[in-house]
């Protein structure tokens, strides 16, 4: 998808100095971070640290208090910018799936095809058949979300973002709400797209993904990035302390 200031061979997600604060509580205290296009990066810490409020300021769900965010070169936290447009590109999962319950998964893929990008009731079928393929879900189309496991619900929240065409997606610990046993089939969606070249922003507790899948992790504690690199770094031979007393508690 080609969009105003796009530019080429730029960063998907610019970071810098961002900081966010919710009355005194200061939650995020100054974050540096880029995202290359293609480019997968997960997301580690501790509960509190920040994780969700970083990738919400991302896409501007939350109002950062300081600092700049650029996606797909727009500079999202310049107060002129039509930040409707800005999120039509980037693909949101969170771990509640957040399925419309009284649409069927074809409807709830066609739904925001048809209202944001305005694609005829044809395109906007064929494209989300092709995305629930994707996903291995190509005989669910006609089920509601009732019908589904949660695995498949989470799924069809992947490949409903996926048929909007986004330049990115954003991840928040899309596995967490799951049963044990049905976090592996979500987990092989989101490594067969970061093996499409999909740019990927992560938030997870699934360290196994994360060193298998991911091209950098970054480790977050009390609103700061303790530490980044690959995952052989981070997670295999952290440098913090604090980096080292969390993974501790989640390996
Ligand atoms: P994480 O995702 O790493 O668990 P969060 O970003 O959700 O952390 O939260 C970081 C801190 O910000 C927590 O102390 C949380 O209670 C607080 N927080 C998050 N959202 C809000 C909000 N809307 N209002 C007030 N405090 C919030
Ligand atoms: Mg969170």
Not at 91 to 119: C, D, K, W, Y
Not at 212 to 239: I, N
């Amino acid at each position: 998808m080609t969009g105003g200031g796009d530019g080429n061979g730029e960063n998907a997600i610019e970071v810098r100095g961002l900081h966010k604060a919710f009355g005194a509580l200061e939650v995020l205290r100054g974050i540096d971070f880029s995202v290359a296009r293609g480019e997968v990066v997960c997301v580690i810490g501790p509960s509190g640290s920040g994780k969700s409020t970083l990738l919400r300021c991302v896409n501007l769900l939350e109002e950062p208090t300081a600092g700049r965010i650029t996606v797909a070169g727009t500079e999202v936290t310049d107060p002129e910018v039509d930040i409707d447009r800005v999120r039509r590109r980037i693909g949101m999962v969170f771990q509640s799936f957040n399925l419309f319950p009284h649409l069927t998964a074809l409807e709830n893929l066609t739904i925001a095809q048809r209202r944001v990008l305005r694609r005829d009731r044809p395109t906007a079928a064929r494209i989300a058949r092709d995305q629930l393929a994707r996903v291995g879900l190509g005989d669910k189309e006609a089920a509601y979300p009732a019908q589904l496991s949660g695995g498949q619900q989470q799924r069809v929240a992947i490949a409903r973002a996926l048929a909007m065409d986004p330049e990115l997606m954003l991840f928040d610990e899309p596995t967490s709400a799951l049963d044990p046993e049905l976090v592996g089939d979500v987990l092989a969606v989101m490594r067969a797209l970061a093996r499409d070249g999909m740019t990927m922003l992560v938030v997870t507790h699934e360290m196994g993904f994360a060193r298998e899948v991911a091209d950098r992790v970054v480790f977050m504690d009390g609103g700061l990035v303790v530490e980044e690199g690959t995952p052989g770094q981070v997670v295999g031979a952290p440098r913090h302390e604090r980096t080292r007393a969390f993974l501790s508690r989640v390996l």
